[in-house]
Protein backbone atom coordinates (compact mmCIF):
# COMPACT_ATOMS: atom_id res chain seq x y z
CA UNK A 1 0.00 0.00 0.00
CA UNK A 2 1.24 3.50 -1.21
CA UNK A 3 2.32 5.87 1.88
CA UNK A 4 0.07 8.96 1.42
CA UNK A 5 1.88 11.75 2.60
CA UNK A 6 0.64 14.09 5.19
CA UNK A 7 -1.51 17.25 4.07
CA UNK A 8 -0.05 20.43 4.84
CA UNK A 9 -3.16 21.58 6.18
CA UNK A 10 -6.39 20.42 8.73
CA UNK A 11 -9.80 21.72 7.32
CA UNK A 12 -12.29 22.47 10.22
CA UNK A 13 -15.63 23.26 9.02
CA UNK A 14 -18.92 23.97 11.30
CA UNK A 15 -22.16 22.23 11.81
CA UNK A 16 -24.02 25.18 11.12
CA UNK A 17 -22.45 25.60 7.83
CA UNK A 18 -20.59 29.39 8.59
CA UNK A 19 -17.74 29.56 6.41
CA UNK A 20 -16.50 33.09 7.70
CA UNK A 21 -15.90 30.91 10.97
CA UNK A 22 -14.38 28.15 9.16
CA UNK A 23 -10.71 27.72 9.75
CA UNK A 24 -7.53 25.23 8.95
CA UNK A 25 -4.45 24.85 11.48
CA UNK A 26 -1.28 23.93 9.57
CA UNK A 27 1.11 21.05 10.00
CA UNK A 28 3.66 23.43 11.49
CA UNK A 29 4.18 27.03 11.56
CA UNK A 30 7.70 28.11 10.49
CA UNK A 31 8.19 31.45 12.05
CA UNK A 32 10.22 31.60 14.81
CA UNK A 33 8.64 32.20 18.07
CA UNK A 34 5.93 31.93 20.66
CA UNK A 35 2.13 32.94 19.81
CA UNK A 36 -0.11 33.59 23.04
CA UNK A 37 -3.79 33.27 22.55
CA UNK A 38 -5.86 34.37 25.46
CA UNK A 39 -9.63 34.18 25.28
CA UNK A 40 -11.72 36.73 26.96
CA UNK A 41 -15.25 37.21 27.70
CA UNK A 42 -16.51 40.07 30.21
CA UNK A 43 -12.89 40.12 32.08
CA UNK A 44 -12.48 43.94 31.88
CA UNK A 45 -11.28 43.87 35.61
CA UNK A 46 -8.62 41.66 34.32
CA UNK A 47 -7.44 41.80 31.06
CA UNK A 48 -5.01 45.23 31.60
CA UNK A 49 -2.74 43.10 34.07
CA UNK A 50 -3.03 39.76 32.00
CA UNK A 51 -1.32 41.72 28.73
CA UNK A 52 0.89 44.02 30.37
CA UNK A 53 2.80 40.92 31.85
CA UNK A 54 2.74 39.08 28.80
CA UNK A 55 3.64 42.07 26.90
CA UNK A 56 7.82 41.75 27.00
CA UNK A 57 7.87 38.03 26.51
CA UNK A 58 5.73 37.50 23.62
CA UNK A 59 6.13 38.02 19.96
CA UNK A 60 2.68 38.14 19.30
CA UNK A 61 -0.48 38.04 21.61
CA UNK A 62 -3.67 37.19 20.21
CA UNK A 63 -6.91 38.31 22.42
CA UNK A 64 -10.43 36.58 21.19
CA UNK A 65 -13.19 38.45 22.64
CA UNK A 66 -16.25 36.16 23.25
CA UNK A 67 -18.97 38.94 22.77
CA UNK A 68 -18.12 41.03 25.71
CA UNK A 69 -20.75 43.11 27.49
CA UNK A 70 -18.38 45.31 29.60
CA UNK A 71 -15.08 47.41 28.35
CA UNK A 72 -12.85 44.32 27.54
CA UNK A 73 -12.42 45.35 23.85
CA UNK A 74 -11.63 48.94 24.95
CA UNK A 75 -9.17 47.85 26.88
CA UNK A 76 -7.33 45.76 25.10
CA UNK A 77 -7.74 48.44 22.19
CA UNK A 78 -6.25 51.10 24.40
CA UNK A 79 -3.46 48.26 24.96
CA UNK A 80 -2.78 48.43 21.27
CA UNK A 81 -2.18 52.27 21.20
CA UNK A 82 0.72 52.04 23.40
CA UNK A 83 4.16 51.59 21.99
CA UNK A 84 4.41 48.00 22.22
CA UNK A 85 0.99 46.63 22.25
CA UNK A 86 0.75 48.22 18.93
CA UNK A 87 2.94 45.63 17.31
CA UNK A 88 2.22 42.81 19.33
CA UNK A 89 -1.83 42.26 20.36
CA UNK A 90 -4.11 41.55 17.86
CA UNK A 91 -7.79 41.76 18.45
CA UNK A 92 -10.49 39.10 17.25
CA UNK A 93 -14.10 38.89 17.57
CA UNK A 94 -15.65 35.38 18.39
CA UNK A 95 -19.58 36.17 18.86
CA UNK A 96 -21.10 32.89 19.20
CA UNK A 97 -22.68 31.84 22.21
CA UNK A 98 -20.52 28.91 24.17
CA UNK A 99 -21.42 25.28 25.79
CA UNK A 100 -20.33 26.20 29.35
CA UNK A 101 -18.00 23.83 31.33
CA UNK A 102 -20.17 20.59 32.60
CA UNK A 103 -23.10 18.65 31.35
CA UNK A 104 -23.43 22.19 28.76
CA UNK A 105 -20.04 21.54 27.50
CA UNK A 106 -21.62 17.87 26.80
CA UNK A 107 -24.30 18.33 25.32
CA UNK A 108 -22.59 20.39 22.58
CA UNK A 109 -21.41 18.82 19.31
CA UNK A 110 -17.91 19.29 19.31
CA UNK A 111 -17.64 20.60 15.75
CA UNK A 112 -20.25 23.51 16.39
CA UNK A 113 -19.17 27.08 16.53
CA UNK A 114 -21.17 26.96 20.19
CA UNK A 115 -18.50 24.17 21.30
CA UNK A 116 -15.96 25.31 23.27
CA UNK A 117 -13.10 23.00 21.64
CA UNK A 118 -14.05 24.47 18.11
CA UNK A 119 -13.65 27.92 19.74
CA UNK A 120 -10.44 26.87 20.89
CA UNK A 121 -9.12 25.33 18.06
CA UNK A 122 -10.46 28.44 16.14
CA UNK A 123 -8.36 30.62 18.29
CA UNK A 124 -5.24 28.66 18.01
CA UNK A 125 -5.40 28.76 14.58
CA UNK A 126 -4.95 32.91 14.67
CA UNK A 127 -1.66 32.34 15.82
CA UNK A 128 1.65 32.36 13.37
CA UNK A 129 4.44 31.25 15.24
CA UNK A 130 6.39 28.26 15.69
CA UNK A 131 4.87 27.84 19.14
CA UNK A 132 1.67 28.93 20.81
CA UNK A 133 0.52 29.27 24.51
CA UNK A 134 -2.58 29.12 25.74
CA UNK A 135 -2.99 31.90 28.37
CA UNK A 136 -6.21 32.84 29.97
CA UNK A 137 -7.09 36.63 30.41
CA UNK A 138 -7.20 35.59 34.44
CA UNK A 139 -3.65 35.03 34.30
CA UNK A 140 -0.90 37.21 35.34
CA UNK A 141 2.89 36.54 34.58
CA UNK A 142 4.85 36.95 37.87
CA UNK A 143 7.14 39.22 38.07
CA UNK A 144 9.88 37.78 39.77
CA UNK A 145 9.67 34.62 37.09
CA UNK A 146 9.71 37.27 33.84
CA UNK A 147 13.68 36.43 33.08
CA UNK A 148 13.32 32.88 33.60
CA UNK A 149 10.37 32.74 31.51
CA UNK A 150 11.60 34.95 28.84
CA UNK A 151 14.37 32.90 28.55
CA UNK A 152 12.46 29.60 28.24
CA UNK A 153 10.77 30.81 25.61
CA UNK A 154 14.00 31.89 23.68
CA UNK A 155 14.94 28.57 23.85
CA UNK A 156 12.24 27.04 21.62
CA UNK A 157 12.40 25.92 18.82
CA UNK A 158 16.19 24.91 19.15
CA UNK A 159 16.57 20.74 18.92
CA UNK A 160 13.57 18.55 19.23
CA UNK A 161 10.12 19.84 19.56
CA UNK A 162 8.42 19.82 23.08
CA UNK A 163 4.96 20.97 25.26
CA UNK A 164 6.18 22.84 28.62
CA UNK A 165 3.72 22.51 31.21
CA UNK A 166 3.17 25.78 33.50
CA UNK A 167 2.56 26.16 37.04
CA UNK A 168 -0.02 28.99 38.72
CA UNK A 169 -1.02 30.05 41.82
CA UNK A 170 -4.55 31.14 42.44
CA UNK A 171 -4.99 34.75 44.15
CA UNK A 172 -8.30 36.10 45.28
CA UNK A 173 -8.89 39.67 45.63
CA UNK A 174 -11.50 40.49 48.51
CA UNK A 175 -14.18 43.32 48.19
CA UNK A 176 -12.06 45.54 50.11
CA UNK A 177 -9.13 45.44 47.69
CA UNK A 178 -6.56 42.49 49.47
CA UNK A 179 -4.88 39.69 47.40
CA UNK A 180 -4.93 36.44 49.34
CA UNK A 181 -3.51 33.18 48.38
CA UNK A 182 -4.01 29.85 49.79
CA UNK A 183 -0.82 27.97 50.84
CA UNK A 184 -0.36 24.70 48.52
CA UNK A 185 -2.78 26.32 45.95
CA UNK A 186 -0.87 25.98 42.72
CA UNK A 187 -1.86 24.04 39.88
CA UNK A 188 -0.07 22.64 36.68
CA UNK A 189 -0.73 22.54 32.84
CA UNK A 190 0.17 22.03 29.67
CA UNK A 191 0.07 25.36 28.02
CA UNK A 192 3.16 25.93 25.46
CA UNK A 193 3.44 23.18 22.75
CA UNK A 194 4.25 23.80 19.00
CA UNK A 195 1.99 25.30 16.79
CA UNK A 196 0.41 22.60 14.10
CA UNK A 197 -2.88 20.38 14.00
CA UNK A 198 -1.21 17.39 15.38
CA UNK A 199 -1.32 19.54 18.70
CA UNK A 200 -4.78 20.42 18.78
CA UNK A 201 -7.92 20.15 21.18
CA UNK A 202 -10.39 17.64 21.45
CA UNK A 203 -13.58 17.06 23.19
CA UNK A 204 -13.47 15.49 26.71
CA UNK A 205 -16.12 15.32 29.19
CA UNK A 206 -16.84 18.43 30.90
CA UNK A 207 -14.16 20.82 29.17
CA UNK A 208 -11.11 20.89 26.22
CA UNK A 209 -8.49 18.87 26.34
CA UNK A 210 -4.97 19.47 24.50
CA UNK A 211 -3.89 16.53 22.95
CA UNK A 212 -0.33 15.95 21.69
CA UNK A 213 1.55 13.06 19.75
CA UNK A 214 3.52 10.56 22.15
CA UNK A 215 6.53 11.38 20.17
CA UNK A 216 6.32 14.71 21.84
CA UNK A 217 8.24 15.42 25.34
CA UNK A 218 6.42 17.42 28.06
CA UNK A 219 8.51 19.62 30.13
CA UNK A 220 7.92 21.40 33.01
CA UNK A 221 9.09 24.57 33.91
CA UNK A 222 9.62 24.44 37.15
CA UNK A 223 8.83 27.59 39.45
CA UNK A 224 5.48 29.18 39.79
CA UNK A 225 5.27 31.50 36.93
CA UNK A 226 1.70 33.04 36.94
CA UNK A 227 -0.91 34.11 39.18
CA UNK A 228 -4.36 33.07 38.42
CA UNK A 229 -7.05 36.13 39.60
CA UNK A 230 -10.12 35.66 41.17
CA UNK A 231 -12.21 38.15 42.21
CA UNK A 232 -14.54 37.32 45.50
CA UNK A 233 -17.01 40.31 44.00
CA UNK A 234 -17.41 38.73 40.75
CA UNK A 235 -19.42 35.35 39.33
CA UNK A 236 -15.91 33.64 38.48
CA UNK A 237 -17.81 30.04 38.43
CA UNK A 238 -20.28 31.39 36.04
CA UNK A 239 -18.51 29.56 33.09
CA UNK A 240 -19.94 26.13 34.81
CA UNK A 241 -23.13 24.58 34.39
CA UNK A 242 -22.35 22.88 37.31
CA UNK A 243 -21.60 23.36 40.76
CA UNK A 244 -20.36 19.80 41.40
CA UNK A 245 -16.99 19.67 40.10
CA UNK A 246 -15.16 16.72 38.18
CA UNK A 247 -11.42 17.70 39.36
CA UNK A 248 -10.14 18.49 42.65
CA UNK A 249 -7.93 21.26 41.74
CA UNK A 250 -11.72 22.71 40.79
CA UNK A 251 -13.42 21.73 44.01
CA UNK A 252 -10.32 23.10 45.70
CA UNK A 253 -10.43 26.57 44.21
CA UNK A 254 -14.50 26.34 44.67
CA UNK A 255 -14.60 25.97 48.56
CA UNK A 256 -11.81 28.37 48.71
CA UNK A 257 -14.02 30.87 46.90
CA UNK A 258 -16.77 30.34 48.81
CA UNK A 259 -14.88 30.50 52.15
CA UNK A 260 -12.94 33.65 51.59
CA UNK A 261 -16.04 35.07 50.41
CA UNK A 262 -17.87 34.38 53.49
CA UNK A 263 -15.03 35.63 55.63
CA UNK A 264 -14.10 32.53 57.07
CA UNK A 265 -9.94 32.03 55.74
CA UNK A 266 -8.30 30.38 57.98
CA UNK A 267 -4.35 29.77 58.30
CA UNK A 268 -3.32 28.46 55.37
CA UNK A 269 -4.38 31.47 53.51
CA UNK A 270 -1.40 34.62 53.34
CA UNK A 271 -1.81 37.65 52.10
CA UNK A 272 0.00 39.50 49.04
CA UNK A 273 1.19 42.96 48.95
CA UNK A 274 -1.40 45.27 47.21
CA UNK A 275 0.89 46.64 44.85
CA UNK A 276 1.52 43.60 43.26
CA UNK A 277 -1.19 44.20 40.28
CA UNK A 278 -0.80 47.70 39.86
CA UNK A 279 2.73 47.18 39.21
CA UNK A 280 1.59 45.02 36.00
CA UNK A 281 -0.35 48.14 34.44
CA UNK A 282 2.24 51.01 35.27
CA UNK A 283 4.25 49.05 33.25
CA UNK A 284 2.92 50.99 30.70
CA UNK A 285 3.90 53.81 32.13
CA UNK A 286 6.45 56.60 32.12
CA UNK A 287 8.69 57.54 29.52
CA UNK A 288 12.57 57.55 29.81
CA UNK A 289 14.36 60.80 27.85
CA UNK A 290 14.44 60.22 24.64
CA UNK A 291 11.23 58.89 24.11
CA UNK A 292 12.12 55.05 25.06
CA UNK A 293 9.81 53.11 27.58
CA UNK A 294 11.63 52.16 30.85
CA UNK A 295 12.17 48.04 30.28
CA UNK A 296 10.22 46.42 33.43
CA UNK A 297 11.57 42.89 32.28
CA UNK A 298 14.55 41.55 34.42
CA UNK A 299 15.99 38.66 36.24
CA UNK A 300 13.37 37.59 38.55
CA UNK A 301 13.73 39.35 41.95
CA UNK A 302 14.21 42.85 40.74
CA UNK A 303 12.26 45.74 41.48
CA UNK A 304 8.90 46.62 40.09
CA UNK A 305 10.70 49.49 38.66
CA UNK A 306 13.42 47.43 36.81
CA UNK A 307 16.15 48.38 39.47
CA UNK A 308 17.81 46.11 41.40
CA UNK A 309 17.04 45.80 45.21
CA UNK A 310 19.39 46.94 47.51
CA UNK A 311 22.19 44.98 48.16
CA UNK A 312 21.88 42.86 51.38
CA UNK A 313 24.53 44.07 54.26
CA UNK A 314 26.68 41.87 56.64
CA UNK A 315 26.45 38.32 57.22
CA UNK A 316 23.43 38.00 55.17
CA UNK A 317 24.62 39.13 51.80
CA UNK A 318 26.60 36.10 52.01
CA UNK A 319 24.43 33.49 52.88
CA UNK A 320 23.58 30.64 50.13
CA UNK A 321 21.06 31.13 47.53
CA UNK A 322 19.94 27.72 47.27
CA UNK A 323 19.79 24.56 49.95
CA UNK A 324 19.04 20.94 49.28
CA UNK A 325 16.65 19.47 51.38
CA UNK A 326 15.70 16.23 50.73
CA UNK A 327 15.03 13.52 50.20
CA UNK A 328 17.52 11.22 51.75
CA UNK A 329 17.57 7.97 48.58
CA UNK A 330 16.31 10.16 46.22
CA UNK A 331 18.82 11.41 43.85
CA UNK A 332 20.15 14.47 46.28
CA UNK A 333 23.93 12.94 45.66
CA UNK A 334 23.54 12.68 41.49
CA UNK A 335 21.73 16.86 41.96
CA UNK A 336 24.86 17.56 44.20
CA UNK A 337 27.55 16.49 41.90
CA UNK A 338 26.40 18.19 38.63
CA UNK A 339 25.90 21.35 40.84
CA UNK A 340 28.96 21.44 42.13
CA UNK A 341 30.60 20.94 38.76
CA UNK A 342 28.93 23.74 37.53
CA UNK A 343 31.15 27.14 36.69
CA UNK A 344 28.66 29.59 38.54
CA UNK A 345 27.87 27.40 41.63
CA UNK A 346 30.24 27.17 44.85
CA UNK A 347 29.09 24.64 47.01
CA UNK A 348 30.57 22.90 50.34
CA UNK A 349 30.59 19.52 50.96
CA UNK A 350 27.73 17.51 50.46
CA UNK A 351 25.49 17.23 53.88
CA UNK A 352 27.14 19.98 55.86
CA UNK A 353 23.97 18.60 58.62
CA UNK A 354 24.49 22.29 60.11
CA UNK A 355 20.45 22.81 60.89
CA UNK A 356 20.01 19.79 62.12
CA UNK A 357 23.26 18.86 64.06
CA UNK A 358 25.20 21.86 64.72
CA UNK A 359 23.17 24.74 65.20
CA UNK A 360 23.63 24.96 68.48
CA UNK A 361 21.26 27.10 70.87
CA UNK A 362 19.52 29.55 68.84
CA UNK A 363 19.73 33.06 69.81
CA UNK A 364 17.38 35.71 69.71
CA UNK A 365 17.35 37.37 66.27
CA UNK A 366 20.00 40.26 65.56
CA UNK A 367 21.85 39.08 68.92
CA UNK A 368 25.85 38.53 69.33
CA UNK A 369 24.88 34.95 69.86
CA UNK A 370 22.64 34.58 66.32
CA UNK A 371 25.63 36.74 64.84
CA UNK A 372 27.81 33.89 65.49
CA UNK A 373 25.69 31.19 64.81
CA UNK A 374 25.66 32.35 60.90
CA UNK A 375 29.14 33.16 61.08
CA UNK A 376 29.94 29.27 61.75
CA UNK A 377 27.48 28.69 59.32
CA UNK A 378 29.15 30.38 56.50
CA UNK A 379 32.36 29.18 57.66
CA UNK A 380 31.50 25.58 56.19
CA UNK A 381 31.58 27.24 52.69
CA UNK A 382 34.99 28.88 52.65
CA UNK A 383 36.64 25.83 51.50
CA UNK A 384 33.93 25.32 48.97
CA UNK A 385 34.32 23.83 45.87
CA UNK A 386 33.64 26.17 42.51
CA UNK A 387 34.57 30.01 42.29
CA UNK A 388 30.91 31.04 40.74
CA UNK A 389 28.56 33.16 42.66
CA UNK A 390 25.78 31.18 43.56
CA UNK A 391 26.47 29.34 46.83
CA UNK A 392 24.49 26.34 48.24
CA UNK A 393 24.29 23.32 49.98
CA UNK A 394 22.87 19.45 49.70
CA UNK A 395 21.39 18.26 52.95
CA UNK A 396 18.53 15.69 52.54
CA UNK A 397 17.87 15.29 56.03
CA UNK A 398 17.14 18.88 56.77
CA UNK A 399 13.17 17.82 55.20
CA UNK A 400 12.49 16.58 58.04
CA UNK A 401 13.93 19.80 60.67
CA UNK A 402 11.44 20.65 63.36
CA UNK A 403 9.29 23.70 62.32
CA UNK A 404 10.86 26.36 64.51
CA UNK A 405 14.55 24.92 63.21
CA UNK A 406 12.63 25.92 59.72
CA UNK A 407 11.84 29.32 61.07
CA UNK A 408 15.11 29.99 61.29
CA UNK A 409 16.24 29.31 57.67
CA UNK A 410 13.65 31.38 56.78
CA UNK A 411 14.77 34.29 59.06
CA UNK A 412 18.51 33.90 57.70
CA UNK A 413 17.66 32.79 54.05
CA UNK A 414 14.18 34.35 53.26
CA UNK A 415 14.94 34.35 49.55
CA UNK A 416 16.23 30.77 49.24
CA UNK A 417 15.32 28.65 46.64
CA UNK A 418 14.78 24.91 47.54
CA UNK A 419 15.53 22.09 45.83
CA UNK A 420 12.89 18.58 46.78
CA UNK A 421 13.91 15.35 45.09
CA UNK A 422 11.64 12.31 45.72
CA UNK A 423 11.22 8.58 44.68
CA UNK A 424 8.65 5.92 45.45
CA UNK A 425 8.77 5.99 49.05
CA UNK A 426 8.65 2.56 49.34
CA UNK A 427 11.32 2.44 47.52
CA UNK A 428 13.34 5.25 49.60
CA UNK A 429 12.89 2.96 52.38
CA UNK A 430 14.52 -0.18 50.75
CA UNK A 431 17.13 2.29 49.03
CA UNK A 432 18.04 3.38 52.74
CA UNK A 433 18.27 0.14 54.35
CA UNK A 434 20.47 -1.51 51.51
CA UNK A 435 22.98 1.61 52.24
CA UNK A 436 22.51 2.20 55.97
CA UNK A 437 23.12 -1.21 57.08
CA UNK A 438 26.70 -1.98 55.58
CA UNK A 439 27.49 1.83 55.96
CA UNK A 440 26.49 2.76 59.34
CA UNK A 441 26.15 -0.97 61.13
CA UNK A 442 28.71 -2.31 59.32
CA UNK A 443 26.61 -5.55 58.35
CA UNK A 444 25.41 -6.17 55.13
CA UNK A 445 21.74 -6.52 54.48
CA UNK A 446 21.38 -9.72 53.81
CA UNK A 447 22.32 -10.89 57.42
CA UNK A 448 20.22 -8.47 59.30
CA UNK A 449 17.06 -10.45 60.89
CA UNK A 450 13.22 -10.08 59.81
CA UNK A 451 12.93 -8.34 63.13
CA UNK A 452 15.60 -5.65 62.66
CA UNK A 453 14.26 -4.90 59.86
CA UNK A 454 10.43 -4.03 60.22
CA UNK A 455 12.16 -2.01 63.20
CA UNK A 456 14.22 -0.16 61.14
CA UNK A 457 11.27 0.79 58.44
CA UNK A 458 8.89 1.35 61.49
CA UNK A 459 11.50 3.58 62.87
CA UNK A 460 10.81 7.75 62.80
CA UNK A 461 13.47 8.63 61.32
CA UNK A 462 13.20 6.62 58.76
CA UNK A 463 9.52 6.45 57.93
CA UNK A 464 9.52 10.53 58.11
CA UNK A 465 12.12 10.88 55.45
CA UNK A 466 8.99 8.97 52.81
CA UNK A 467 6.26 11.33 54.21
CA UNK A 468 7.00 13.54 51.70
CA UNK A 469 3.16 15.54 52.36
CA UNK A 470 4.02 16.16 56.28
CA UNK A 471 7.92 17.73 55.05
CA UNK A 472 6.50 19.58 52.40
CA UNK A 473 3.80 21.34 54.62
CA UNK A 474 6.44 22.03 57.19
CA UNK A 475 8.81 24.14 54.93
CA UNK A 476 5.31 25.60 53.06
CA UNK A 477 4.52 27.09 55.86
CA UNK A 478 7.53 29.21 56.20
CA UNK A 479 8.47 29.22 51.95
CA UNK A 480 6.06 30.15 49.47
CA UNK A 481 5.64 27.82 46.46
CA UNK A 482 7.49 29.59 43.83
CA UNK A 483 10.78 29.33 46.01
CA UNK A 484 10.36 25.59 45.53
CA UNK A 485 12.08 22.51 42.85
CA UNK A 486 10.49 19.53 42.67
CA UNK A 487 12.09 16.80 40.95
CA UNK A 488 12.37 13.05 41.33
CA UNK A 489 14.69 9.98 40.82
CA UNK A 490 12.82 8.84 37.65
CA UNK A 491 13.73 11.92 36.14
CA UNK A 492 17.08 11.76 36.54
CA UNK A 493 17.53 8.05 34.94
CA UNK A 494 15.15 8.43 32.22
CA UNK A 495 16.23 12.65 30.95
CA UNK A 496 18.11 13.85 33.11
CA UNK A 497 19.63 17.01 30.62
CA UNK A 498 16.54 18.13 30.98
CA UNK A 499 16.09 17.85 35.18
CA UNK A 500 19.70 19.92 35.09
CA UNK A 501 18.31 21.92 32.62
CA UNK A 502 15.28 22.96 34.02
CA UNK A 503 17.19 23.29 38.01
CA UNK A 504 19.56 25.31 36.52
CA UNK A 505 17.08 27.74 34.77
CA UNK A 506 15.39 27.87 38.55
CA UNK A 507 18.57 28.53 40.16
CA UNK A 508 19.37 31.63 37.23
CA UNK A 509 22.89 29.90 36.42
CA UNK A 510 23.83 29.46 33.01
CA UNK A 511 22.73 26.44 31.24
CA UNK A 512 26.10 24.60 31.11
CA UNK A 513 25.17 20.38 31.24
CA UNK A 514 27.48 17.57 31.67
CA UNK A 515 28.22 15.32 29.33
CA UNK A 516 26.11 12.52 28.92
CA UNK A 517 28.13 10.04 30.01
CA UNK A 518 28.28 11.68 32.89
CA UNK A 519 24.95 12.69 33.04
CA UNK A 520 24.08 8.87 33.31
CA UNK A 521 26.67 7.61 35.78
CA UNK A 522 25.61 6.83 39.45
CA UNK A 523 26.15 8.83 42.29
CA UNK A 524 26.50 6.90 45.63
CA UNK A 525 24.07 4.44 44.45
CA UNK A 526 23.01 1.36 47.08
CA UNK A 527 24.11 -2.08 45.97
CA UNK A 528 21.76 -3.82 43.94
CA UNK A 529 19.66 -6.11 46.11
CA UNK A 530 16.04 -7.17 45.19
CA UNK A 531 13.31 -6.08 47.64
CA UNK A 532 12.24 -9.27 49.00
CA UNK A 533 8.22 -9.58 48.81
CA UNK A 534 7.65 -9.82 52.49
CA UNK A 535 9.48 -6.23 52.48
CA UNK A 536 7.25 -4.66 49.84
CA UNK A 537 4.08 -6.12 51.27
CA UNK A 538 4.48 -4.50 54.86
CA UNK A 539 6.21 -1.28 53.52
CA UNK A 540 2.54 -1.21 50.84
CA UNK A 541 0.40 -1.02 54.53
CA UNK A 542 2.42 0.76 56.53
CA UNK A 543 3.70 3.08 53.95
CA UNK A 544 0.34 4.19 52.20
CA UNK A 545 0.90 7.86 52.25
CA UNK A 546 -1.28 9.69 50.34
CA UNK A 547 0.14 10.22 47.00
CA UNK A 548 -2.44 12.60 45.43
CA UNK A 549 -1.90 14.99 48.62
CA UNK A 550 1.85 15.01 47.55
CA UNK A 551 0.71 15.83 43.75
CA UNK A 552 -1.48 18.53 44.71
CA UNK A 553 0.84 20.57 47.24
CA UNK A 554 3.81 20.58 44.33
CA UNK A 555 1.35 20.98 41.72
CA UNK A 556 2.47 18.29 39.33
CA UNK A 557 1.54 14.20 39.45
CA UNK A 558 3.84 12.34 41.31
CA UNK A 559 5.26 8.78 39.09
CA UNK A 560 4.58 6.67 42.25
CA UNK A 561 0.87 7.36 42.25
CA UNK A 562 -1.19 4.57 42.09
Not at 219 to 233: I, M, N, Q, S, T
Not at 510 to 524: F, K
Amino acid sequence: MPILPRPSRMEFRNGEGNEEYAFSLPRRNRAPGTSAFVRARDEGTKIEYCLRSILPVFDEIHVIDNGSRDETAGIVRRVQRSADGGAKVRLHSYPFALGRFGPEHDRTPHDSVHSLVYFTNWALSRCTRRYACKWDADMVLAREQRGAFAGLLAQLGRGWPAAWSLAGQTVYRTAGGSFLATRGEVNREVRIAPCGYPVRFHKRKHWEELIRPRWLRTHHFAPVCFYELKFLEEGEFDHWSTTEFPSPRKRREWASFRQLREGRADGAVHGLPATFLDDQVKAAGPREPGGRRESRVGRPGTSPAGKRPARKNGVSAWMPRFLGIGATRAGTSWVAAQLAAHPHIRMGRKEIHFFDRKLGAPGASGSARDRINKLRYLARFVRGRGGGRIRGEITPAYAVLEPEVIGRVAEWMPDARLIFMMRDPIERAWSQARNGFPRWRGRPLESVGRDELVSFFDSDPVRRRSDYATCLRAWLGHFPREHFFFGFLDEIRERPRDLMCDLLGFLEASVAVADAESLRTPVNASAPLPMPDWVRDHLAREYAFDADEVSELIGRQVPWAR
